[in-house]
């Protein structure tokens, strides 16, 4: 949830810029130029020095995407920008209203959310015996968490989540049903929250003393998702793989399996989760190394070359420290890197403690490529026995009801007298009738009349998350 540090995944620097892997060298230089967009040149900085100085000098190096000077070619889309696009004041104002809300969030509860949502995952593939753990449940986690710090229901996590699968970088190229869908979504819940305010994220970012407006409370909390879930799932794979995959991770601990925090650590430094930190801007000429930037070009930061620069003499991961540049650096640093840890590391640990027998369902030669996914094999629990008859909510029927007849009074009934046929045997005489009375004349004054029915309300306009979540399913064919 790199929320503003400018991080980018680019699914697929590693293979189309072979420089990132490869670290700052001498003969490359500690800058090399890119294409940041088509016919728009860039620099991408590879030295961990190097980078740590675009992302703190702020006089030299600006979020502010106005100072690009390939505006006309569109946005940068191979280093997707994740950061809160903006510089002093509008960038002060949404940063502290990010941190004011994640302040808000407690540990407790998003512990309670990360479990849940773990738990609701795992039990899809529990009976199988064998998971896509990258597929099945590191990919949607980050949305359907999200969506329950948003407050909604898992329904809206579903919709999230394939909406990631669809607008991930790479691929066909970007999904515009799917892109519209993802702003609908945001305005929609901002709409609901502002209505309806409860304990969560969303509310909280619209609590906040700056006072954000529709528009911007939407804008960052789309930023937070596309911020987040790309790099999160990565994470927690890369976490879980080096689990599997690596052996040093259980040297070190005598065979033991390590401990959350620490897998993230490793993977974060060995294999961090992003391609490249995107979304700086050269605000004067500058200089790296031999290289010479011009106002205006778009700065890049490789992840990978940074973290392996022989300039660092491999004290990353086998230090323990957390000077990786995952959660970016200085003013434009993520402010939720705390919360980011801990869904990612619960998210991590919730796995281990499900499937603690797991193995990699793929045995690897040494220096052969990983296989694509996480596919693992472990003990297949029970299938949950079938539900209670009564609906989703489990209830079970309630007794049968009985019909009791209440006994009749046993007294004398009344029978009414028989029809009689014609005049008795006595001569009786009929009584004469009585004539019936003149009918009043009527008045002429005003007669009454029961008022019109009142005009029928119109019926409320439909909710619009609820509205995207059925136009989604109808076009889906669901």
Not at 311 to 329: D, I, K, S, V
């Amino acid at each position: 949830m790199a929320l503003d540090s400018g991080i980018a995944r680019t699914g697929g620097l590693s293979g189309r810029a072979p420089e990132a892997r490869q670290g700052a060298c001498p003969h490359r230089g500690r800058a090399v130029p890119v294409q940041a967009a088509p016919g728009a040149p860039g620099w991408l900085v590879l030295g961990y020095r190097d980078a740590l100085d675009a992302l703190r000098d702020r006089s030299s190096f600006s979020a502010a995407p106005r100072l690009w000077d390939g505006r006309e070619h569109g946005r940068p889309d191979r280093w997707w920008s994740g950061a809160l696009e903006a510089d002093g004041e509008r960038h002060r104002r949404l940063r502290a209203a990010v941190s004011a809300a994640a302040a808000r969030t407690g540990t407790g509860r998003v512990a309670a959310l990360v479990r849940t949502t773990a738990a609701g995952l795992l039990d899809r593939v529990a009976a199988d015996g064998r998971a896509d753990l990258a597929a099945d449940y590191a990919d949607p986690f980050p949305s359907h968490l999200l969506n329950a710090l948003f407050g909604l229901d898992s329904r809206f996590g579903a919709l999230l989540a394939e909406l990631a699968a669809r607008t991930a970088p790479g691929g066909d190229g970007p999904d515009p049903e799917a892109e519209a869908a993802v702003g609908c979504y945001f305005r929609a819940l901002v709409r609901r929250r502002r209505a309806e305010p409860g304990d969560d994220l969303a509310s909280a970012l619209l609590a906040a003393p700056e006072g954000l407006s529709d528009a911007e409370a939407g804008y960052v909390l789309e930023r937070m998702w596309r911020a987040g879930a790309a790099p999160t799932s990565a994470l927690i794979t890369g976490a879980l793989s080096r689990l599997l995959h690596d052996p040093e991770a259980r040297a070190a601990h005598g065979g033991a399996l390590p401990g959350a925090d620490e897998l993230l650590d490793r993977a974060l430094w060995a294999e961090p989760p992003l391609g490249a930190v995107a979304g700086r801007y050269c605000a004067r000429d500058t200089r790296i190394g031999d290289a010479v930037l011009r106002t205006g070009q778009a700065v890049l930061i490789a992840l990978d070359a940074a973290q392996a620069d022989p300039a660092l003499g491999g004290a990353g991961p086998a230090a323990g420290n957390r000077a990786h540049l995952m959660w970016g650096a200085g003013a434009h640093a993520c402010p939720a890197r705390s919360l980011a840890r801990e869904i990612a590391g619960g998210a991590v640990q919730a796995a281990v403690d499900r499937f603690p027998g797991m193995r990699p369902a793929v045995r690897l030669r040494p220096g052969a490529a990983r296989p694509a996914g996480l596919p693992v094999l472990f003990p297949a629990e029970p299938r949950p026995e079938p539900a209670e008859p009564g609906g989703p909510t489990g209830e079970r029927p309630g007794p049968p009801r009985f019909r009791i007849r209440r006994p009749r009074p046993q007294g004398a009934r009344y029978q009414a007298p028989a029809a009689s046929t014609g005049p008795e045997e006595t001569g009786a005489v009929p009584a004469p009738r009585r004539p019936r009375p003149a009918p009043r004349p009527r008045g002429a004054g005003a007669r009454y009349q029961a008022p019109a029915a009142p005009p029928e309300e119109p019926a409320p306009a439909p909710d619009p998350l609820d509205a995207l979540l059925a136009s989604w399913r109808r076009a889906a064919g669901e």
